[in-house]
């Protein structure tokens, strides 16, 4: 064999040996060096990454609200907990001080933050009441006046919208409830132009602009023409003072807050209640914002949540947004009278909850005394009748809907037209020799379903087969219900053509009229009474 291999070799054959194909990943052919900066890089790139989302979502904090809404009530229950002190004062004066101060404090939210600075409900004749409303209505801690009001009519405006809505229930009940209090929204900027478009007047301090709007710093590089954008003298509503007046509050909002909620409380309940400081801090002071804060908050959540029947939730004025009316007492009292907003989004400028004299409600009872009393002037009073007339076009419009759900019968105006002769002749077919067709008002009717179940029997309906029981039908024999006349319309088959249709006609027309009226209640469903 050796000796044959030789001899093959030496005769210039050519042995080809196969190549090896490498199966490993191309980038393994990559130097290592190569690699570990590829890794590097990804790594890199991750962390920085993850480094501008912590910095976007520490930026997006609301720490001004975290602090009051969160911590300084978490450190109250707290201290409850921790030394076993009662929920309830028990110093009988702490106890009668805590629910006075409340009182005060919830009149000067909702009747300055809410009711003057939001909506505009009234004109103050003594200035006082303006210092009043700003700096109680701070011991909330639900922020500066310019910052909530601009936020509550943006909620209004664009209500149930998850993006310009700033507490949107669609976000869901706790977003609605406490979360928009604890992170900016995302939307700065647009709320920084409804600031200016609300309550016009120039930006004069910029570490407001940039503590109130900026998510970004790549958000700020239009702020020269933010600042150009309204020119606050054109405005016929322009009022310089009161523009001048909530800067000043939203500077001082810090201040008025730790002096209304921790020093006021604290000094009363020490040298008038004879109660201690601490007392002071923790009952009128930590815990009364507490309460005043769920008070205020379950008006965005509780009153816009359908589903919690236990509030007894209705829509009488629209049914298009999430606003309901809740009808609980319990809830009355628990919103301090602010239960009723579907009244309230349809009628936001009316300085009450309702038009009723019986509905709990607080802040129209110290507005109204105000009034009487020569403090403010021009209440805001929706007419009884625009009340009247949206709650009516409410229930023309559930009505209708309902009305669209149910069988009425083929329209007249879309029944074909038989003449005596055609309709001789379909009586005396053989085909429908079991069925029986009655006359009513010029209507052909086709009563052969209805016979078996029909109260005078058969018989008599057989007796009435292609005649005209109009009279019999509408007293004549038997007076029928309204309940028959709707039964009976779903039986129509036709118009009888006889040439004397006048009264067919008009039968036609005033159906159409129903049709129209019924469209264009459809049609501003949309529509609101908030012009009123």
Known sequence: ???????????????????????????????????????????????????????????????????????????????LLRYKESIVPENQKTLY???????????????????????????????????????????????SIRWWATLHRAHHNFTDDTEKDPYSIKRGFLYAHYGWMLKRPKLMRFYNELFEQEFSGQIENQELVNEAIVENRSEIEDEVDLKELIDPTTDPNYNEDLKNFLIWQQRTYLI???????????????????????????????????????SLLSTESICHLKRIQV????????????????NNPLLSILTYGQAHQNYHHEFPHDYRVDNSLFTYDPTKWFLWTMEKLGFVEELSRTPDSLVTQLKLQQQQKVINRLKSQLNWGTPISKLPLITPKEFNKIIASSSNKDRIYIIIQKIIHDVTPFMDQHPGGVPLLKASNGQDATRAFYGGVYGHSTAAV???????????????????????????????????????????????
């Open 1 to 79: 064999m050796n000796n044959q291999s030789n001899a093959l070799s030496s005769k210039g054959v050519k042995v080809q040996k196969r190549k090896v194909v490498s199966t490993a990943n191309p980038s393994s052919s990559l130097p290592h060096h190569q690699l570990m900066t590829h890794a590097t890089k990804m790594r890199r790139n991750k962390i920085n990454e993850m480094k501008k989302q912590r910095k976007d979502f520490l930026r997006r904090v609301n720490y001004g609200s975290m602090l009051t809404v969160v911590v300084l009530p978490l450190l109250a229950i707290i201290y």
């Open 97 to 143: 001080f805590t629910c006075i101060y409340y009182n005060i404090t919830m009149l000067a939210f909702t009747s300055g933050y809410h009711k003057y600075f939001a909506h505009n409900s009234f004109k103050i004749r003594a200035e006082f009441l303006k210092y009043f409303f700003a700096i109680l209505g701070s011991s909330c801690g639900l922020g």
């Open 256 to 294: 008025w807050f730790f002096l209304t909620s921790i020093l006021i409380p604290g000094f009363i309940t020490k040298f008038i209640c004879h109660d201690s400081f601490i007392h002071g801090i923790l009952y009128p002071g930590l815990l009364r914002m507490f309460l005043c804060q769920q």
């Open 311 to 326: 509030t007894i939730p209705t829509q009488p004025f629209n049914d298009t947004n999430s606003s309901i009316n809740c």
């Open 486 to 532: 709707n039964l009976l319309a779903t039986m129509r088959i036709g118009v009888l053509d006889d040439g004397k249709n006048e009264e067919v006609w008009k039968k036609v027309a005033r159906q159409e009229r129903e049709v129209v009226a019924s469209a264009d209640s459809r049609s501003g469903q949309s529509h609101t009474a908030e012009a009123a």
